[in-house]
């Protein structure tokens, strides 16, 4: 999807992010971290702005794989909603630096074109989520006195907050360890 060194400006414009915040990703700070001119850098990317789509996509992309695999997956809500838990903590484990954009949306709200498009990923990943719970209603396997949808949210705020605790506190906790402390909770709290 991306060239090679739009691929290489995105991870770039991420450690940026992480590092100086989003007031920090300027097209001059971005060349002088790669290491080319600005003028080399709108030639693979006309804006900033089309370098957040950009992005967001890989994270957009990252929310679709994820819910088709869940669809497909014959596992019980309950393990599959700990797959789902387990492999954002991993994920953001191996790449700390995607906490600062994946829970900054606040970054985003004064530019309405990747303010759609973070809410359209949030919203992903919150269906995904419902789905799962919802299905395990229907089949017997969470509890059905709380709304699927409210549980869902439980899952992710808690999710939310435990990772931006690690990355508050300079990741000083092993983070897949305690999210599967948190997954193994919240499963006795939801099964039936």
């Avoid at 994270?59 to 596992?75: I, P, R, T, V, Y």
Wanted: aromatic share 8%; net charge neutral; hydrophobic share 40%.
């Amino acid at each position: 999807m991306f060239s090679e060194r739009q691929s290489e400006i995105i991870e770039k414009s991420i450690g940026i992010i992480a590092n100086k915040g989003i007031q920090g990703l300027t097209i001059k700070n971005l060349s002088k971290e790669i290491g080319i001119s600005e003028p080399a850098i709108y030639r693979h990317f006309e804006s900033k702005t089309a370098i957040l789509l950009a992005l967001l996509s890989t994270f957009e992309d990252m929310a679709d794989m994820l819910s088709l695999m869940m669809q497909n997956s014959k596992d019980t809500a309950i393990k599959k909603v700990e797959f789902v838990f387990n492999k954002m903590t991993e994920v953001f484990t191996e790449t700390p630096s995607l906490v600062s954009v994946i829970f900054s949306e606040e970054i985003f709200k004064n530019e309405e074109v990747l303010k759609y498009k973070i809410t359209g990923i949030l919203n992903k990943n919150e269906e995904t989520i419902e789905n799962i719970i919802k299905i395990g209603q229907d089949s017997g396997d969470v509890r059905k006195d709380i709304n699927y949808k409210n549980i869902a949210l439980i899952f992710m705020g808690s999710l939310r907050l435990l990772v931006k605790r690690w990355d508050l506190n300079d990741y000083n906790f092993n983070l897949k360890a305690e999210g599967n402390n948190l997954i193994k909770s919240l499963q006795v709290i939801i099964a039936k």
